[in-house]
């Protein structure tokens, strides 16, 4: 008995210990296990804050780009709210990671490539301000800043990655210790039966630990399925090693167009358009991203309406903590957004009706649009990189150099091509008269130039069948009189409509319509405007001599005084001090006279250089009966090799937009001198004034006055 109770009291002995040690086992096991679920939780924490840093990249290069389209205040804000969040976030994320050198390594290049690409929109973002949308699609159009925002996506997705294997190999360590656990429960139940009281109260308490770990656990994925779902711009789902589908979030359902159950357990391919699929491209993918660790692409994509879109994807291969692969994860964004804000910014330049080339300081073309391959003759390949002189080889990079009377900016705005015959040379050899119009661009390489190439090949065309008609004209001062009446009534009514039209819708549309509307309004206008001084100046022209009343014995002062009558509001306008000696009577049509005085006062008012214009008209014996009248001003000055052909009709040495007119003024003046038997002629330098001198006949009825007189 004493023998029975010793084995009993042995056993009973051993069974305790037993207890005691399967309790210390399953204790040590569920703390273990509640580690790791903290552990896990840590990581989603992590997983969360990775997926604002790459929602804060995209939101940073969006508000860049929007505040250099629209030039809005109010993106800016948004641009700079949103480097601020993201600045916050990284620093949240490095708190996060501090356990973690690896993370902590790709935290700092991170944080380097983010002041970089801050630094970059920055810049773009002055240069929007200083240089306007051009200057600002010149520089972004190198591609720095998508590599950077690449970059960028590359080390968040690395540092995810890493918090994912971390994630996985957590998880399994929480999973052996619960099944550990599980094991010394059920080993502390069969001891249980045994000794009932001892074995009933460690079950129940290691019953509740373990409800409680996998009631954690639980929480965990739903928060983790919660995360996922709540990113609808990026389709985020999970493979298995052969590519079928495992997970599906909202995103994915929103840019693929599948719900999760038409699409769990199907094979990733579907995505591919048909011809990526017949050459096995979808096997390739997980191939390369199976060997690197990740692959990386930009390309199309097909939804489940067979429509086909641009994508950003990332595909990580998934790897348990031996190495074995167990799936992928893709990572895809939808760029059409962004592929059509490009298209709209392209299709500014593509708008311009003009050839338009932007060349560097090297004078390489850099930018070309539509206009340009057809004005030229060449593809936009053919064109990049090449000198400018090879479709404008003279006279377009002499005009840009700077010289001691203006700066580099006022050389390069101007339009170029009036009065020195520029001309474009084609693919196939042949020349065209050309016009250009040159704007500074001045950015982070320097200064570039934007040119807008205008063909006026049909202009001069027109300019020289006009003067064929006028030479013709000339032939017959009984034609000339025709074409007067053609010109005045049947160019002038027709004309008046259009003009009266064309204002009309300036003033009622202005503003309504886009500004392309608004411009071609302002052409027509102008256009009609131009004609109608054209007409007019024609009419003058026709008239000298034909319908110009009889020479008659006047004074010539008289004749000076109604021009400066009719000028008051041009000498006024620019200040000018025109003066004038005594001046003779002649034998003169007092009409024309006028005309003739108006005319050379109008042009030196005109072309003038800074300053307050001054004009003098004087008169002299020029040897028997004639007298010879000066019109001396301080303007812009005249190249000699331009003298005779400045009396010519419809010659001009200015470009329009500079300096307005039609370019017959000098031409009527010489009519009207040779209608009065006398010459024209000019005296005169470059940026030192001109005299224009002319002779006509005296009449003795006049008596000379000795003081001079000031208007």
Not at 525 to 554: C, E, F, H, P
Request: charged letters at 25%; glycine letters at 10%.
């Amino acid at each position: 008995m004493l023998r029975l109770d010793w084995k009993i009291q042995l056993a009973f002995g051993f069974a305790m210990l037993g207890v005691l040690l399967m309790g210390a086992l399953s204790y040590a096991e569920m703390s273990a296990s509640r580690e790791s679920d903290l552990w896990v939780r840590h990581t989603h924490e992590i997983l969360e804050q990775i997926q604002n840093l790459r929602l804060g990249i995209e939101g940073i290069s969006a508000n860049s780009r929007g505040f250099v389209l629209t030039g809005d205040e109010s993106d800016f804000d948004l641009y700079r709210a949103s480097v601020l969040k993201f600045e916050q976030e990284q620093a949240a994320l490095r708190k996060l990671t501090a356990d973690n050198p690896v993370t902590e390594g790709m935290l700092s290049t991170l944080e380097a490539l983010t002041a970089a690409r801050v630094q970059r929109s920055e810049s773009i973002i002055a240069l929007r301000r200083s240089q306007g949308l051009l200057a600002a699609v010149a520089v972004s159009q190198d591609g720095t800043g998508q590599r950077l925002t690449n970059e960028l996506q590359a080390v968040v997705g690395n540092i995810q990655d890493e918090e994912l294997g971390l994630s996985v190999q957590r998880t399994a360590r929480t999973q052996q210790h619960l099944k550990r656990a599980k094991i010394a429960l059920i080993a502390g139940t069969v001891l249980a039966l045994i000794i009932v009281g001892a074995a009933g109260w460690s079950t129940q308490r290691d019953s509740s630990r373990r409800r409680h770990a996998e009631a954690a656990l639980r929480d965990g994925e739903k928060r983790y399925r919660m995360l996922l779902d709540g990113i609808p711009d990026y389709a985020i789902f999970m493979l298995d090693p052969l590519g079928q589908i495992l997970t599906w979030n909202a995103g994915a359902e929103r840019v693929k167009g599948y719900t999760a159950a038409e699409i769990m357990g199907q094979s990733f391919s579907r995505f591919f358009p048909a011809g990526d699929i017949r050459v096995g491209r979808p096997e390739g993918i997980l191939r390369r991203a199976a060997a690197t660790g990740q692959h990386n692409e930009y390309g199309m994509r097909v939804r489940k309406d067979g429509s086909q879109f641009l994508a950003s994807i990332t595909i990580t291969a998934l790897r348990d903590p031996a190495g074995y692969l167990r799936g992928f994860s893709e990572i895809s964004h939808d760029l059409t957004k962004i592929q059509a804000a490009e298209d709209r910014y392209r299709g500014l330049l593509e708008a311009a009706p003009d050839a338009m080339v932007v060349v560097d300081q090297g004078g390489e073309i850099v930018l070309l649009n539509l206009q340009a391959e057809k004005q030229f003759g060449y593809s936009r390949d053919e064109l990049l990189g090449q000198p400018v002189t090879n479709i404008i080889p003279e006279g377009f990079a002499e005009r840009l150099i700077a010289d001691g009377t203006r700066t580099m900016a006022e050389a390069l705005a101007q339009v170029i091509g009036t009065g020195i015959e520029l001309s474009g040379l084609r693919k196939d050899g042949s020349r065209f008269p050309i016009e250009i119009m040159l704007s500074p661009l001045e950015g982070a390489e320097g200064i570039m130039v934007t040119a807008a190439i205008r063909n006026i090949t049909v202009r001069k065309a027109a300019e020289k069948h006009l003067a064929q008609m006028v030479e013709e004209l000339k032939t017959s001062n009984e034609e000339l009189g025709q074409f007067a009446y053609i010109a005045s009534h049947d160019l002038q009514e027709p004309l008046r409509m259009v003009a009266s039209y064309t204002q009309l819708l300036s003033i009622r549309y202005k503003g309504k319509l886009d500004s392309d509307a608004d411009e071609f309004i302002a052409f027509a206008v102008d256009g009609a405007n131009r004609m109608k001084r054209l007409i007019q100046d024609l009419l003058s022209y026709s008239r000298v001599g034909t319908k110009g009343g009889a020479l008659l014995d006047i004074s010539s002062e008289q004749a000076l005084q109604q021009a400066l009558i009719n000028l008051r509001m041009a000498i006024k306008g620019s200040g000018a001090l025109v003066t004038h000696d005594p001046l003779p009577g002649v034998l003169a049509d007092e009409s024309q006279l006028t005309q003739l005085f108006q005319n050379l006062i109008g042009n030196a008012i005109k072309f003038q250089r800074p300053g307050v214009p001054r004009i003098h008209i004087s008169a002299v014996r020029n040897g028997g009966e004639k007298w010879r009248f000066s019109v001396q001003d301080n303007g812009l000055g005249i190249e000699p090799q331009y003298f005779e052909q400045i009396f010519g009709m419809f010659q001009r040495l200015h470009r329009r937009e500079e300096f307005s007119g039609t370019g017959i003024g000098l031409a009527i003046c010489k009519k009207i001198v040779e209608r009065h038997g006398g010459a024209i002629s000019v005296e005169s330098q470059p940026e030192q004034g001109s005299t224009f001198h002319f002779t006509l006949v005296g009449s003795e009825q006049h008596s000379w006055q000795s003081s001079e007189k000031k208007i």
